[in-house]
């Protein structure tokens, strides 16, 4: 009979393990990443957020369930992916590739935790009450790109001074646009230098924009801020160098894929802190009181191949500047 027990007992045991790691597995908190762009061009980016969790402990699959949305560069998708992953009711989620789902999430809910990541003054556009406490549901990371412009337009007076008109390509679906706009006129204005703005939103409308381009006979071109044109950076390089087009980017990973100067903040910075406080917040902390992060890292990336390839002749100057040289 004590055998008999025993291997009842036993099986007993066996049945309940998977019942008791299927509990574990459902009682793990389940993070929502929502991007507006592709998760092949942006999988380091995931992966950043990824170690920002990591750093306070969460690891995927783990102790921690992470459900993507991507919106694959259609903005028109992304409330319909925001309101898909509130109502899974996840513990957190994470609003990254710009402003739009950030809008669309606050749309959604007052209530889910959200994380930010954005090239705006989110004070400016009411995302949070004060940068120090935002007060409400939402916190996260600043990175001012679109205020960047004078640097950027400066850049390229020192590099081609005979530059003008100079290009400005926007897209006209991204909620910020006319602050992009504003800002690159400002920035012409100030060196006394035209500007040509031309729209894209869509990867089929890139040929006639660059096609503008030289109809203008624009001397350079600046690429404003928007996570659709990140996410088809290798195109975007590929045409200027067709067009024989100087241009600047906002982010490293332009010059990286062979575009001839970036300035702007660390993307990947900027995700890995986006981790840190969805971490952060599945630790009992609240977004009301957790401050938003202006990034303070910039990087001014030249690639040398690129103005060689062009016929520029990058002084030394501008060279020695630089956080880093593509040769």
Request: charged letters at 20%; aromatic letters at 8%.
């Amino acid at each position: 009979m004590r055998r008999r027990e025993f291997i009842r007992l036993l099986g007993g045991a066996a049945v309940a393990w998977p019942v008791g790691v299927r509990a574990q597995q459902q009682a793990m908190p389940v993070v929502g990443f929502l991007s507006t762009v592709s998760p092949r061009p942006f999988a380091h980016l995931a992966s950043a957020f990824r170690q920002g969790l990591s750093d306070v402990g969460y690891i995927e699959g783990q102790n921690v369930i992470i459900e993507y949305r991507w919106a694959e560069g259609d903005y028109g998708r992304v409330p319909a992916l925001a309101a898909d992953l509130i109502g899974r009711s996840v513990a957190v989620l994470a609003c990254t590739g710009g402003d739009v789902t950030l809008r669309a999430a606050r749309a959604a809910t007052s209530t889910i935790p959200l994380v930010f990541v954005t090239g705006s003054d989110p004070v400016e556009l009411d995302y949070v009450a004060s940068l120090n406490r935002p007060g409400g549901n939402a916190t996260g990371v600043t990175m001012l790109t679109t205020v960047l412009g004078a640097k950027r337009m400066g850049l390229l007076r020192e590099l081609i001074p005979r530059a003008d008109p100079i290009g400005v390509l926007v897209n006209p679906t991204f909620p910020i646009m006319p602050a992009i706009v504003q800002d690159a006129q400002r920035a012409a204005a100030s060196i006394g230098v035209r500007v040509v703005v031309l729209n894209a939103s869509v990867e089929n409308e890139f040929e006639a924009a660059f096609s503008e381009l030289v109809a203008n006979h624009v001397g350079a071109l600046m690429v404003g801020a928007d996570p659709f044109f990140n996410s088809r950076r290798d195109q975007l390089v590929a045409l200027a160098a067709r067009h024989q087009i100087p241009a600047i980017y906002e982010f490293r990973e332009f010059a990286a894929a062979g575009g001839l100067m970036s300035y702007g903040t660390s993307l990947a910075d900027a995700y890995q802190q986006v981790g840190n406080y969805t971490g952060r917040i599945l630790k009992g902390a609240k977004p009301a009181e957790l401050p938003v992060v202006q990034s303070a890292r910039f990087e001014f990336v030249i690639n040398l191949k690129t103005a060689k390839a062009l016929g520029i002749e990058v002084p030394h100057g501008l060279s020695a500047g630089a956080d880093e040289v593509i040769e």
